[in-house]
T-cell receptor, first 114, second 113 residues
Framework: KQEVTQIPAALSVPEGENLVLNCSFTDSAIYNLQWFRQDPGKGLTSLLLIQSSQREQTSGRLNASLDKSSGRSTLYIAASQPGDSATYLCAVRAYGGATNKLIFGTGTLLAVQP | NAGVTQTPKFRVLKTGQSMTLLCAQDMNHEYMYWYRQDPGMGLRLIHYSVGEGTTAKGEVPDGYNVSRLKKQNFLLGLESAAPSQTSVYFC????????????FGPGTRLLVL
């Protein structure tokens, strides 16, 4: 059974710091991996989608990497800003069934202090 | 485009009451999903649909029913609400089931007393 784990559960950093969020998954049979951002009381916004054949994706100050063989992904945020404060969720699109469903981690709550 | 919208935003129910949550998408997506989010558990799939007129069970379907009579709408029903169904419910849609991202609605907060 695919399981997704995110470490740390919570992180507080001063503004301007570079930081890394970690995601691990137990089964390498995935189509892709996504990073989402969730603001309090809001829905999920997709940040980056990495297909299983890719190693990384970049969008602005965000860079996500994928090492399928080791079951790991990292989300790198450069020059963090208070507006980056949110919960970051990792999800893998697993093989199997009609939906090839998304399996989510429990998230990392990030606080960027001004 | 409005994307994915959910109605209502918040609801309080008494145990045993019924209600329907409505999800609508204007992106012409085939696939639609209902998730629930609980503290410490991540998002879990309740039911999903691979097209108009189809529904299927996800990871935690008990106590819920769904219908997809129109392509753009996906309804989640609670026939007899229980306190264990207190949660935040998210609807999502996607164009396909493998490669592309899912787009999420803003969520419905449900409290069952």
């Amino acid at each position: 059974k695919q399981e997704v784990t995110q470490i740390p559960a919570a992180l507080s950093v001063p503004e301007g710091e570079n930081l890394v969020l970690n995601c691990s998954f137990t089964d390498s049979a995935i189509y892709n991996l996504q990073w989402f951002r969730q603001d309090p009381g809001k829905g999920l916004t997709s940040l980056l989608l990495i297909q299983s054949s890719q190693r990384e994706q970049t969008s602005g100050r965000l860079n996500a990497s994928l090492d399928k063989s080791s079951g790991r992904s990292t989300l790198y945020i450069a020059a963090s800003q208070p507006g980056d404060s949110a919960t970051y969720l990792c999800a893998v699109r697993a093989y199997g069934g009609a939906t090839n469903k998304l399996i989510f981690g429990t998230g990392t709550l990030l606080a960027v202090q001004p | 485009n409005a994307g994915v919208t959910q109605t209502p935003k918040f609801r309080v129910l008494k145990t045993g009451q019924s209600m329907t949550l409505l999800c609508a998408q204007d992106m012409n997506h085939e696939y639609m999903y209902w998730y629930r989010q609980d503290p410490g558990m991540g998002l879990r799939l309740i039911h999903y649909s691979v097209g108009e007129g189809t529904t299927a069970k996800g990871e935690v379907p008990d106590g819920y029913n769904v219908s997809r009579l129109k392509k753009q709408n996906f309804l989640l029903g609670l026939e007899s609400a229980a306190p264990s169904q207190t949660s935040v419910y998210f609807c999502a849609s996607s164009r396909d089931s493998r490669q592309e991202t899912q787009y999420f609605g803003p969520g419905t907060r449900l409290l069952v007393l």
